[in-house]
């Protein structure tokens, strides 16, 4: 398998290019994370990239890093520039050698690198999906990338963590065994692959 940090790349790229498809006036969309619209959840998706940049590059106690960040007038340059400044933590020497403050996974606590580029790549995944069926599209990863997202995605456990606020996935939904692995990893997550908006 590639290393874990190309498949990463290569997943928030499609991130990259579907927010590129964003207007300024569809940030009022319905998505499908229950309570959020598009506005909301681009701020959610940039801030997060942010955070995991800073805590790849070392921070251990700003709980700020994390914070959303709005998107403004453009979402496509805003959310780009979170995603290149991620790439590029991502991309220094010996980052797999670090551990990473995850604040908000199991209570919190210091992660192997590895683990945290994983985590970002399935929510990379999750969220290019969320934005594309907000705007009615569609988005493609290619096999490699969706093969790491769905061994990572089956370990996440699907518990009462899942019903507390603000937790990252709903519980799990039932797919047809012959799914497709995007699917699948939706619906590990708590997404219906055949949202469509209201």
Same mark, same amino acid.
């Given at each position: 398998?590639?290393?874990?940090?190309?498949?990463?790349?290569?997943?928030?790229?499609?991130?990259?290019?579907?927010?590129?498809?964003?207007?300024?006036?569809?940030?009022?969309?319905?998505?499908?994370?229950?309570?959020?619209?598009?506005?909301?959840?681009?701020?959610?998706?940039?801030?997060?990239?942010?955070?995991?940049?800073?805590?790849?590059?070392?921070?251990?106690?700003?709980?700020?890093?994390?914070?959303?960040?709005?998107?403004?007038?453009?979402?496509?340059?805003?959310?780009? !520039?979170?995603?290149?400044?991620?790439? =590029?933590?991502? @991309? $220094?020497?010996?980052? *797999?050698? &670090?551990?990473?403050? +995850?604040?908000?996974?199991?209570?919190?606590?210091?992660?192997?690198?590895?683990?945290?580029?994983?985590?970002?790549?399935?929510?990379?995944?999750?969220?290019?999906?969320?934005?594309?069926?907000?705007?009615?599209?569609?988005?493609?990863?290619?096999?490699?990338?969706?093969?790491?997202?769905?061994?990572?995605?089956?370990?996440?456990?699907?518990?009462?963590?899942?019903?507390?606020?603000? !937790?990252?996935?709903?519980?799990?939904? =039932?797919?047809? @065994? $012959?799914?497709?692995? *995007?699917? &699948?990893?939706?619906? +590990?997550?708590?997404?219906?692959?055949?949202?469509?908006?209201?």
């Amino acid at each position: 398998m590639s290393d874990i940090r190309v498949l990463h790349r290569r997943a928030l790229q499609v991130s990259v290019d579907a927010v590129n498809r964003v207007r300024p006036d569809q940030l009022a969309l319905p998505t499908p994370c229950a309570e959020w619209d598009l506005g909301r959840l681009l701020a959610h998706m940039t801030g997060q990239n942010h955070g995991f940049a800073a805590v790849a590059r070392g921070e251990t106690s700003d709980l700020s890093v994390w914070r959303d960040r709005p998107v403004g007038d453009d979402p496509g340059g805003a959310y780009a !520039a979170s995603a290149r400044d991620l790439a =590029a933590a991502f @991309a $220094e020497d010996g980052l *797999l050698e &670090r551990r990473f403050w +995850l604040p908000e996974i199991r209570e919190g606590g210091m992660f192997p690198a590895t683990l945290g580029v994983s985590f970002h790549l399935v929510d990379s995944v999750v969220h290019a999906w969320d934005v594309a069926r907000s705007l009615g599209e569609t988005v493609a990863f290619d096999d490699e990338v969706l093969a790491a997202a769905l061994r990572i995605a089956e370990q996440v456990p699907d518990g009462e963590n899942r019903e507390q606020p603000g !937790a990252a996935f709903k519980h799990g939904l =039932a797919v047809a @065994a $012959e799914a497709s692995r *995007l699917d &699948r990893i939706l619906g +590990l997550l708590g997404r219906a692959p055949d949202w469509k908006a209201a």
